[in-house]
């Protein structure tokens, strides 16, 4: 019954940065793991960066490490996902998942996520 929000995206120039929020309701996730995505029309849904819920700690893909940062605010209930030296490549859709089980272990796979965000598009120009 959890229901995920983000917000953030928008248009930015190669090179900018931008913040990703997802807002969490109807469950505290304090101890769920939660994780981005981000997907293009016609490509596959893409893992970006996951946080645990036991240390925080973080995995991120190849494409964005170093770049992006994943990280949550358990008094706020939201994650969040800094994005800096964006590249045109970043263009996408967003999403925010949560892991319905709860002590759920890390993962880079969609499979493993139950429940979704509406998704924020992130659009980075040349």
């Known amino acids: 019954q959890v229901q995920l929000v983000e917000s953030g995206g928008g248009l930015v120039q190669a090179g900018g940065s931008l913040r990703l929020s997802c807002a969490a309701s109807?469950?505290?996730?304090?101890?769920?793991?939660m994780g981005w995505f981000r997907q293009d029309p016609g490509k596959e849904r893409e893992f970006v960066a996951v946080?645990?819920?036991?240390?925080?700690?973080?995995d991120y893909a190849d494409s964005v490490k170093g770049r992006f940062t994943i990280s949550r605010d358990d008094a706020k209930n939201t994650l969040y996902l800094h994005m800096n030296s964006l590249k045109p490549e970043d263009t996408a859709t967003y999403y925010c998942a949560i892991r319905n089980r709860k002590w759920g272990s890390a993962s880079r796979y969609a499979y493993d996520y139950d429940t979704w965000g509406q998704g924020t598009q992130v659009t980075v120009s040349s």
């Open positions: 946080i645990t819920w036991r240390t925080g700690s973080t």
């Open positions: 109807g469950r505290t996730v304090s101890t769920y793991t």
